[in-house]
């Protein structure tokens, strides 16, 4: 599977399911799944729960499969699975806080070691995560990794698509600079 995800095929997969095409969710799943289940981690930071939100995430596309406009499916997937995250949360009365030095985040995440779906050679992703704050980082996973659009990721951060531009380019200095003092060194 490649890092970035096919819109247009996530599109595609999503209106064969609101034709009827039960099959469809097999590969809209594969497709689509890691990078849900990371995006639902970085709520939850529990394997269960964010197995959880992604299995209600996949229900609840099925249920509301009527509500899908035909394309920018997987942002809506994004929505439905944020907004399954945060009922969680306040289900269970939590702080939203992802601690990006635990262990168990950092494997879900594919930060601690060389993915293939998240390649790190250079360390840039380690380091990210290490100087940047937790609505930093996730803009910069939602944009560099997932390919969203800065849109896109407003809409999931309940932000403005400037502020959002703005927050994601400061990150990308931040990381600059530190990749840069890092190899002076």
């Not at 609505?135 to 809409?155: C, D, G, M, R, T």
Request: charged share 30%.
């Amino acid at each position: 599977m490649s890092r970035f995800i096919d819109s247009k095929k996530v599109d595609e997969y999503l209106i064969r399911l609101r034709q009827g095409e039960g099959a469809a969710l097999d590969s809209l799943y594969s497709l689509t799944a890691k990078p849900l289940y990371a995006f639902c981690y970085t709520f939850t930071r529990t394997r269960q729960d964010s197995e959880d939100a992604l299995s209600e995430t996949y229900l609840s596309a099925v249920r509301y499969i009527d509500k899908f406009r035909g394309k920018h499916g997987f942002n809506w997937l994004y929505t439905i699975a944020k907004n399954i995250c945060l009922n969680l949360l306040r289900k269970k009365k939590q702080n939203v806080f992802v601690d990006f030095a635990d262990e168990e985040t950092t494997n879900v995440l594919g930060l601690s070691s060389p993915d293939p779906d998240l390649p790190d050679e250079s360390g840039i992703i380690a380091l990210s995560k290490s100087i940047l704050d937790e609505k930093e980082f996730q803009i910069v996973l939602l944009h560099a990794i997932n390919q969203l659009k800065f849109k896109e990721i407003a809409a999931l951060v309940d932000g403005k698509e400037s502020t959002v531009r703005w927050q994601y380019n400061n990150a990308i200095k931040k990381v600059k600079n530190a990749y840069q003092r890092r190899e002076k060194q």
